[in-house]
């Protein structure tokens, strides 16, 4: 998505979010692109020494998920220019890392999946994110209102999921066709029909159909079954645990 968002969209946002909040409207996440403008000062991995992201990901005790499940595949979305800021934070690091508890219910997953359907596999999109990339996130939108912020990164201030290691980002590539299956949206698209609880409003709108809705379900159903919890919003995340337990007992990924 490459729309920017101009200043006048911002405060029309900023007045929506108001007049939502004091009806008592449940706030979704806008459906447009972040803006981009300050995205040319947002600061490239390697200048961070993101290059030494593995080692210290290895060094804080997590685990290389390939290495513990190698029928995995990754494309990490924030190590490519393919994702909603246009950029890559992530610079050399091309692995994907969990700490080692969440990483064996994710092979549960993987193999569940391959036992029914052998020429499926998870792709992983995102596993891990130091909290310091979460910060470089965060401070790149400081041109939007707070609230309206944290519908597309979450506050590195009260912490992600993925800080902890205890959030995924997948899909289901089909090996056999060479390509992913069809889940009605990209990854990290914002708006109603990436939401899991819209599905059955967006397929009597014609905006999604079966076949889409029916491959989400085969990645909830395997991830459910491995211990994952899906979200309402994001049909490509999954949570290990909740935030409250993630704090208790997983270490902050710096």
Not at 86 to 104: I, M
Not at 117 to 140: E, G, N, T, Y
Not at 222 to 241: L, R, V
Request: proline share 5%; hydrophobic share 45%; glycine share 4%.
């Amino acid at each position: 998505m490459n729309q920017v968002i101009s200043l006048k969209e911002i405060l029309s946002l900023s007045i929506l979010l108001v007049v939502m909040i004091s009806c008592g409207s449940e706030v979704e996440k806008p459906i447009s692109s972040p803006p981009k403008e300050r995205l040319s000062v947002l600061p490239l991995a390697k200048d961070l020494e993101i290059g030494e992201m593995e080692k210290s990901l290895l060094a804080q005790g997590l685990v290389d998920i390939q290495k513990n499940a190698p029928l995995i595949l990754v494309d990490l979305k924030y190590s490519t220019t393919d994702n909603f800021f246009g950029k890559d934070v992530y610079g050399t690091l091309e692995k994907a890392f969990l700490p080692e508890a969440v990483a064996k219910k994710l092979r549960l997953a993987s193999d569940s999946l391959i036992s029914k359907r052998p020429s499926l596999r998870l792709m992983v999109f995102d596993a891990v994110r130091p909290h310091k990339v979460q910060q470089i996130l965060w401070d790149a939108l400081d041109s939007l209102p707070v609230n309206v912020r944290k519908a597309y990164v979450a506050d590195p201030a009260v912490g992600s999921l993925h800080n902890y290691g205890c959030a995924i980002d997948l899909s289901i590539y089909d090996v056999s066709k060479d390509s992913l299956l069809d889940m009605g949206t990209k990854y990290d698209y914002f708006g109603y029909l990436a939401y899991p609880r819209k599905e059955i409003e967006m397929l009597a709108q014609g905006l999604l159909n079966q076949e889409q809705i029916d491959n989400r379900e085969v990645l909830r159903s395997i991830m459910i079954q491995a211990g994952f919890m899906p979200i309402s919003s994001e049909w490509w995340h999954f949570n290990s645990t909740t935030l409250v337990r993630a704090k208790q007992d997983f270490s902050l990924i710096n």
